[in-house]
């Protein structure tokens, strides 16, 4: 499976943007989807993921309750909504599938799709 993430840009604090994790084949239906973040200097991070069929989420705390994540298997697509944003949030976004405790241990994911910048002025 190929992902392609998009949606990155130039945001002011507070400001919203959406992510976009575009699947090549239909069996990334299978898989629960997460996001990552890699901020310069720092260690990539997990930030959300959400179950194969959409059922079950979970977020690292920094996010709960201004970060949404979602998808839409009939568009092989998954999502990132990202509000109230913060200069730390600054980071490269990463998309990742594979089994739903593989991408909450963040590591040994099989796929992997190209980053997407975000960057939030203060």
């Known amino acids: 499976v190929q992902l392609q993430a998009s949606g990155g840009g130039l945001v002011q604090a507070g400001g919203s943007l959406r992510l976009s994790c575009a699947a090549s084949?239909?069996?990334?239906?299978?898989?629960?989807v997460g996001w990552f973040r890699q901020a310069p200097g720092k260690e990539r991070e997990f930030v959300a993921v959400i179950g194969w069929n959409g059922a079950i989420t979970s977020y690292v705390d920094s996010v709960k309750g201004r970060f949404t994540i979602s998808r839409d298997n009939a568009k092989n697509t998954a999502y990132l909504q990202m509000n109230s944003l913060k200069p730390e949030g600054t980071a490269v976004y990463y998309c990742?599938?594979?089994?739903?405790?593989?991408?909450?241990?963040?590591?040994?994911?099989?796929?992997w799709g190209q980053g997407t910048q975000v960057t939030v002025s203060s």
């Open positions: 084949e239909r069996t990334f239906s299978n898989y629960a």
């Open positions: 990742a599938a594979d089994t739903w405790r593989t991408v909450v241990r963040s590591t040994g994911l099989t796929y």
